[in-house]
């Protein structure tokens, strides 16, 4: 009997020994991976990523002895250079981050003085007093350049334009040549007419027939400026936040500025949303036969209206939501700075969390760090069901290790007993 409860015991430990470095690895994967991070990010999370952006521009700056402002003042001026104003403005808003004391002071001071609403807003005005008048210059030509935030400038959209027509310069196979698709409906916001750039349905029919001839034919921004098109039609906020989300896809998308697995990841999204299988047979029904360019178009809208998959579009409208918040808390091209890095829906709610934490300083940050900035998205844990569980489970099994080496012990190690004199008579 003895014999069976060592044996028993013993597999019992070594199980246990295997088991609980596995269920520790899931749980601490589920808890900081940020598969267990919500859509919205929570405020612990917002203000625990923005202290460590604030550290991270700290830790930007040179040491012992460096020239601090000289650093701050070459790299606004390099980003200004490259007309890039979101991430100037977040380099601006990380002075206090960046200077010594001394200057870290007569900042906070001036900026007490601007009359601006916004603390960023006063900051990144007193920030901009502090360097020489060229830069100040420089900053509001680029700004001017940039147009109102949110909004792409009309130039750079048409060095994008002009550059996916150069195949020397293109970077991803995958994305074809198209015509211009410029044309915005009537209905839209004035403040939105430059940066909903989807085409019209006319151009979606017609890149639709190249499509099914086997042409050079991005899908996913076919199938963006699809959805976008038919949400255009809505007038609820989910419909403009997706027009707003598939002008900055496709706008990344041209530039060449999205990672080969965010790409993909898009790619099986969108064809949940609008599953090939069902959308060419659609598509060849509609353009098979002869009609006017009207109803040819109606059939076209038709064809990809019924060919929606509700459930895939619903997943779709997740991350569409992820990148529609990003514009909106930075701008058009910032937003596409910040999905630049991005594999798949946990950088995507990391970037995110960057953009709420920090606003234009998490651009600064990736166009400083690249892909790593992303890492700096703290999104703290979620206790979902899941995790609870396997916290209890690794718990159990860590009492039951326990248990098995006590009883253990107190099988095998006998002690001594304490020999008894006989008493004197």
């Excluded at 269920?23 to 598969?35: D, H, V």
């Amino acid at each position: 009997m003895d014999k069976s409860s060592g044996w028993m015991q013993a597999v019992v430990f070594n199980s246990l020994l295997v088991l609980m470095p596995v269920i520790a690895a899931q749980s601490l994967a589920m808890a900081f991976s940020g598969e267990s991070f919500s859509e919205s990010p929570t405020i612990e999370s917002i203000d625990q990523t923005r202290r460590n952006i604030d550290e991270t521009f700290a830790s930007i700056a040179p040491r012992n002895g460096g020239d601090k402002y000289k650093f701050w003042h070459d790299i606004v001026e390099r980003e200004l250079m490259d007309m890039d104003v979101a991430a100037a403005r977040g380099f601006l808003l990380a002075a206090p981050q960046m200077l010594d004391r001394e200057s870290v002071r007569e900042l906070e001071a001036d900026s007490s003085g601007v009359k601006l609403d916004r603390p960023d807003d006063r900051m990144a005005a007193a920030a901009l007093r502090k360097l020489p008048l060229d830069i100040g210059l420089k900053f509001e030509k680029a700004q001017a350049s940039a147009g109102p935030r949110n909004t792409p400038s009309s130039t750079s959209i048409v060095e994008e334009e002009e550059a996916s027509d150069d195949p020397a310069d293109t970077q991803d196979a995958d994305v074809p040549n198209e015509e211009p698709e410029v044309t915005v409906s009537g209905n839209t916001r004035p403040s939105d007419r430059r940066f909903v750039l989807l085409g019209s349905f006319s151009d979606l029919a017609n890149n639709s027939e190249r499509w099914l001839k086997g042409d050079r034919v991005d899908p996913i921004t076919l199938k963006i400026t699809a959805l976008a098109l038919i949400g255009e039609e809505g007038s609820d906020g989910v419909s403009d936040g997706n027009v707003r989300a598939a002008s900055i896809l496709k706008s990344a998308r041209r530039a060449r500025r999205m990672t080969p697995e965010f790409t993909a990841y898009m790619k099986s999204r969108l064809n949940d949303a609008l599953p090939d299988t069902v959308l060419r047979p659609a598509l060849e029904e509609s353009l098979g036969e002869l009609a006017t360019t009207s109803v040819r178009v109606d059939r076209v809208r038709s064809a990809y209206l019924n060919s929606i998959d509700a459930g895939g579009l619903q997943q779709l409208e997740k991350d569409l939501g992820q990148i529609d918040r990003i514009g909106m808390l930075t701008s058009t091209p910032a937003a596409i700075t910040l999905i630049e890095h991005v594999k798949d829906s946990s950088d995507l709610r990391r970037a995110r969390l960057l953009a709420e934490a920090g606003g234009d300083r998490s651009v600064a940050l990736v166009k400083q760090d690249g892909p790593g900035a992303l890492r700096i998205a703290d999104t703290g844990i979620k206790w979902t069901q899941q995790l609870m569980l396997q916290v209890m489970g690794l718990t159990a099994s860590g009492l039951a290790l326990l248990y098995v080496m006590i009883a253990t012990f107190r099988r095998n190690v006998r002690l001594p007993k304490k020999s008894v004199e006989p008493s004197g008579i």
